[in-house]
C-alpha cells in the first residue's frame, strides 16, 4: 500500500468493517475484462460466502476462472473544501483476493447460508428444500486482504 498511513493493519477492525458492510463488491475477470457485481454476503473464518442461482454470467465467470478479488466499504462521506482539488472522502474499505468455489453439498450449503443471514439478521431460518436445490452457494477462500481509512474515522 502506497499510503501507510493509511493502512488498516489490526485484523480484528479489518473483520469490524467487513462486519458492519452491507453489500460486497465481487470482482472476477472475464476473458480479458473484470467484471463486478454487488452481492449480500456471510463472513466467517477467513472465508466469505455468497448466494446465487444456478445460472448465470458470474458462474460461468468462476467455473473458468475461480481468482477473486472483493471490497468492502463503510463511513464513507466527501469532504467539501473551496479548491475542488482538495476536496476528499471520509471512509475506511477493505479490499481482498482469494479462490472461489461452488458449494453444491446440501449441509454446506445451509450453513453457509446460516452465516449469510447472520449478516443481516439475528433471527434463525429454515429453508425450503426445493430452494436450497435451486440455489448455488460461492465460496471465497480469502487468500489476503488489507485495511484503508481516510479522513476523520470513528
Known amino acids: 500500500m502506497r499510503r501507510t498511513d493509511k ?3 489490526d485484523r480484528i477492525k479489518i473483520e469490524s468493517i467487513i462486519q458492519r458492510s452491507v453489500v460486497c463488491r465481487l470482482g472476477m475477470l472475464d476473458e480479458n475484462r473484470p467484471y463486478i457485481v ?8 477467513n472465508t466469505l460466502y455468497f448466494h446465487s442461482a444456478n445460472k ?10 475461480n481468482t477473486v478479488c472483493f471490497e468492502f466499504d ?3 462521506e466527501p469532504i467539501k473544501a473551496d479548491n475542488p482539488c482538495e476536496w476528499g472522502m471520509i471512509y475506511k474499505s477493505v479490499i481482498g483476493f482469494g479462490k472461489a468455489y461452488l458449494v453444491n453439498d446440501f449441509k454446506a450449503k445451509c450453513a453457509a447460508l446460516d452465516i449469510i ?6 433471527e434463525t431460518f429454515d429453508y ?27
Do not use: W
Open 117 to 122: 443471514m447472520q449478516q443481516y439478521s439475528d
Open 56 to 65: 448465470g454470467r458470474k458462474i460461468d465467470i468462476l467455473k473458468k476462472n
Open 128 to 154: 425450503p428444500k426445493t430452494k436450497i436445490k435451486n440455489t448455488l452457494v460461492i465460496k471465497v477462500e480469502i487468500e489476503h486482504m488489507t485495511g484503508k481509512q481516510s479522513g476523520k474515522t470513528a
Open 74 to 76: 463503510i463511513d464513507y
Open 38 to 45: 454487488p452481492l449480500c454476503f456471510g463472513y466467517k473464518e
Open 7 to 9: 493502512e488498516i493493519t
